[in-house]
């Protein structure tokens, strides 16, 4: 007992290693030092699209917008390289009155926005920010489009004159757009012209179709928009 006292008196205690899993290391001594935290860039990072490619040489913010449910949110994660952020809260019986989406089985909105990320042909990285579809948002929609160039307007032919708003409200900030029809089953078909002159478009506003949930259309869709923004810098 009394060797076991007195080894226990005089052992010394055992050595903290930086490697035990319980001690914090020591903070760095410079402070603009990259923390521990810090993840630096890879080839396999850019590769998996989590890094903006380096073969990019230019950025544009676009603006994907258009009425309650038309397909926004579905847009930009079906082109999304990052995983979206959405910002969707569950439908309340309190709005039911006012928010009335053309699929009764809508569930959820987005009530800030949704933000994505796409690059075409490795040169143009589109940033893209979804808005959200209810009226009493158009307000927001002038400091959200801060700094954008265009828009990608969403239309459902099951209810055109619900895109007014968001056509008119483009109009008013002055922001260039393309009209992409996100075909729902049992949409009316109508003729480019007769949409045309329903939507008040000018003939220069590109007017696609496309599936929001479909990969290449919803793209497609984009890149008219992108070259209908080329076209407008070059004549200006
Ligand atoms: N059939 C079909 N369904 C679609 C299409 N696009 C979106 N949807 C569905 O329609 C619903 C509404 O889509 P959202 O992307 O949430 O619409 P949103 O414009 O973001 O809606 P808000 O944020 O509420 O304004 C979702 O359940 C989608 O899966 C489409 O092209 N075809
Ligand atoms: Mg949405």
Redesign the pocket.
Known sequence: MASKAASEATAPEAPETAASSDVPPDPPSDPYAPSQAYEPVSPGDAASGKYVSSSVSGAAKIMVV??????????IGTVSEIKPLSTEAVMTQAGASVDV?P?QA?AT??VAL?FGRMTLDGELVLYLF?T???QRFLPAWRDLARGALGALA?VDTRDLTASFDALGHLEDLGLPFAVAV????GSPRHSDGELRAALDLLPETPLVSC???DERSSVMALIALVRHLVLAAESS
Request: hydrophobic share 25%; net charge neutral.
């Open positions: 258009g009425p309650l449910g038309v397909g926004k949110t579905t847009l989406p699929d809508k909105t987005t949704d979804g959200p579809g209810q969403l996100n075909v729902f089953p599936d929001a949930r």
